[in-house]
């Protein structure tokens, strides 16, 4: 395979059987969730596994899929956790003002004033709304920026950086 692990996309993760014939508990980080199957065949994130895969059905909190290979309830649980990867070649181009979130990690935040207010560690979003999860220099401890035009009215891919107008007290010590 000649794809690198910079040039995969993380599209979703398995978290584990669903039912005793090998289904799996799947995760979409798709913007439409079905439209994961699209962008078969799925990797592991190092390449050592394809798979193939066909949703069953729409499950709580996710999809029932099953994936080439895959037969067994243990076999099924072995990959829990899993996270699933595509090349990004295979990804559609994105709008003005949207972001694959991998596009996001790495990037230097600064506030409108210039100063550095830390790098993206992480993008997280637990239903209500995107959020950054800044490192600030010299420190272990990250700060949550939330992802919006307010917070956010800047992203410079080809630069390298963000430029940020936080709201009140989050970037304060």
Same mark, same amino acid.
């Given at each position: 395979?000649?794809?690198?692990?910079? #040039?995969?996309?993380?599209?979703?993760? =398995?978290?584990?059987?669903?039912?005793? &014939?090998?289904?799996?508990?799947?995760?979409?980080?798709?913007?439409?969730?079905?439209?994961?199957?699209?962008?078969? /065949?799925?990797?592991?994130?190092?390449?050592?596994?394809?798979?193939?895969?066909? =949703?069953?059905?729409? =499950?709580?909190?996710?999809?029932?899929?099953? +994936?080439?290979?895959?037969?067994?309830?243990?076999?099924?649980?072995?990959?829990?956790?899993?996270?699933?990867?595509?090349?990004?070649?295979? +990804? /559609? #181009?994105?709008?003005?003002? #949207?972001?694959?979130?991998?596009?996001?990690?790495?990037?230097?935040?600064?506030?409108?004033?210039?100063?550095? +207010?830390?790098?993206?560690?992480?993008? +997280?979003? &637990?239903?209500?709304?995107?959020?950054?999860?800044?490192? /600030?220099?010299?420190?272990? #401890?990250?700060?949550?920026?939330?992802?919006?035009?307010?917070?956010?009215?800047?992203?410079? =891919?080809?630069?390298?950086?963000?430029?940020?107008?936080? /709201?009140?007290?989050?970037?304060?010590?």
């Amino acid at each position: 395979m000649s794809d690198t692990t910079s #040039e995969l996309v993380c599209v979703g993760a =398995i978290g584990g059987a669903y039912g005793v &014939h090998g289904d799996v508990r799947l995760k979409s980080f798709t913007a439409e969730t079905f439209a994961i199957q699209d962008y078969a /065949p799925l990797l592991t994130e190092d390449g050592a596994f394809e798979f193939d895969i066909d =949703i069953t059905r729409a =499950i709580k909190n996710g999809l029932a899929a099953r +994936l080439s290979g895959i037969v067994t309830k243990e076999q099924a649980d072995a990959l829990k956790g899993v996270k699933l990867f595509v090349p990004r070649s295979r +990804l /559609p #181009e994105t709008d003005e003002d #949207e972001y694959y979130y991998t596009d996001l990690v790495g990037l230097e935040v600064r506030d409108t004033g210039g100063t550095v +207010l830390g790098t993206v560690k992480n993008v +997280l979003n &637990h239903g209500a709304a995107d959020l950054l999860e800044v490192l /600030p220099p010299n420190t272990s #401890e990250t700060v949550f920026l939330p992802f919006t035009m307010a917070a956010v009215p800047t992203v410079d =891919i080809a630069a390298g950086r963000i430029i940020a107008d936080p /709201p009140e007290g989050v970037f304060d010590a």
